[in-house]
Antibody, heavy 117, light 109 residues
């Protein structure tokens, strides 16, 4: 059974940093691209980042370029999202998702990031 | 990249069919056959319902179907059931990034 478990969310002040983690199990993690998607409170979904299996390609939505970095450790079956220079508009639930073909076929339960003073 | 346009809400009675539209441009929906649809119940993670415009994961009931014409994709739920009441989001490949739709609340009345 595929499982994705995010952690690392919490309350952070504007301008601060946070590192999210996503622990994967139930599939061969090193064979798949992975993605981060976020959802602001009461709002819709927003794709944030994609990371290739070997990290040779990474893509980000314009609003987080230069501030967020996604990485992975295939030996630990883990995906990470380093978030710097956080803004109030980054407040959201952050989901990690398994990328299969051109769709996200499994999602974690999400972790809430709140940026506020 | 602007969000794809979906109706804010649609409703139907049990057993009826409803269709949700998802309108983009030639740079996303119209340019690729990589539209997917996600169902999200309140407080839950999204769930993949349709991928590559028309394909359905094995765990998804065949009441759910997808199609596309030009820059507009559609999700049809046939034989509406109470458990189908949820938010639905379309998503399209658009080059390197992806773009989601604005979301549609389906209500079973």
């Amino acid at each position: 059974e595929v499982q994705l478990v995010e952690s690392g969310g919490g309350l952070v002040q504007p301008g601060g940093s946070l590192r999210l983690s996503c622990a994967a199990s139930g599939f061969t993690f090193s064979n798949y691209w992975m993605s981060w998607v976020r959802q602001a409170p009461g709002k819709g979904l927003e794709w944030v980042a994609n990371v290739r299996e070997d990290e040779t390609e990474k893509f980000y939505v314009d609003s987080v370029k230069g501030r967020f970095t996604s990485s992975r450790d295939n030996a630990k079956n883990s995906l990470y999202l380093q978030m710097n220079s956080l803004r109030a508009e980054d407040t959201a639930i952050y989901y990690c998702a398994k990328y299969n073909g051109y769709a996200l076929d499994y999602w974690g339960q999400g972790t809430l990031v709140t940026v506020s003073s | 990249q602007s969000a794809l346009t979906q109706p804010r809400s649609v409703s139907g009675s049990p057993g009826q069919s409803v269709t949700i539209s998802c309108t983009g441009t030639s740079s996303d929906v119209g340019g690729y056959n990589y539209v997917s649809w996600y169902q999200q119940h309140p407080g839950k993670a999204p769930k993949l319902m349709i991928y590559d415009v028309t394909k359905r994961p094995s765990r998804v009931p065949d009441r759910f179907s997808g199609s596309k014409s030009g820059n507009t994709a559609s999700l049809t739920i046939s034989g509406l059931q109470a458990e189908d009441e949820a938010d639905y989001y379309c998503c399209s490949f658009a080059g390197s990034p992806y773009v989601f739709g604005t979301g549609t609340k389906v209500t079973v009345v």
